[in-house]
């Protein structure tokens, strides 16, 4: 399909053929496209002074947080337009999910909460299209979080808070068993988590069993 920034796509948006209400349809369209893609940049965007974590003082680390924040939001309140637009799609696709792999490591606890909640809304209502980059970001957050002895105690927990949030709707925990465990192009995501989850509910490391 085009991409939005696609000339051709751009000359026949203003084209006469189309009417008031579809032109001001499509330039709403347009901006939101455009603002989105910035947000999902600026949630990626280089944090110059690593060492201070302050988010009152550290312009960078702010502006990071805020714009997952707004991500979050948007993607609590998308529609069925945004949530099968191959242009939104892609943009989560090469850019929300690598912020987040990213955030996802972070060892800002602001940052990588925000990248767990990002996470919770595209497994909720994204899940049908983004199935490789779900199975890459349980392996590189949640999972690795949980399997790894030097973890703090503060990201181990949010992992269990928004992993048990994740299993209060059992759907999903269907779907991750049927669209990984059951596939043989994919790793066994449902296992290692009962695994891991196990483990931890014994207080014991991975490394251990």
């Excluded at 330039?27 to 002074?49: P, T």
């Excluded at 943009?91 to 060892?107: A, D, Q």
Aim: aromatic share 8%; net charge neutral; proline share 1%.
């Amino acid at each position: 399909s085009q991409s939005i920034d696609d000339s051709s796509v751009i000359g026949k948006t203003i084209s006469n053929s189309l009417s008031i209400d579809e032109l001001s349809a499509d330039n709403h369209f347009k901006n939101a496209y455009y603002v989105f893609r910035a947000l999902c940049k600026l949630s990626d965007r280089d944090i110059k002074d690593k060492g201070n974590t302050d988010p009152k003082t550290n312009l960078d680390l702010k502006s990071r947080i805020f714009s997952l924040r707004l991500i979050m939001q948007i993607l609590q309140t998308s529609g069925p337009v945004f949530r099968t637009s191959e242009d939104f799609l892609q943009i989560i696709k090469t850019n929300l999910c690598v912020s987040l792999s990213r955030n996802g490591v972070s060892s800002i606890p602001e940052l990588f909460e925000m990248a767990l909640f990002n996470f919770v809304e595209l497994l909720d209502k994204f899940k049908a299209h983004l199935k490789v980059q779900i199975e890459v970001l349980f392996r590189e957050i949640f999972l690795t979080i949980l399997e790894t002895s030097t973890s703090s105690f503060r990201h181990k927990w949010l992992v269990i808070q928004t992993l048990t949030k994740i299993c209060a709707d059992a759907q999903i925990i269907v779907d991750l068993f049927i669209n990984y465990d059951c596939s043989m192009r994919s790793g066994n995501v449902f296992e290692r988590l009962v695994i891991v989850l196990s483990r931890a509910a014994q207080g014991r490391q991975a490394e251990e069993l």
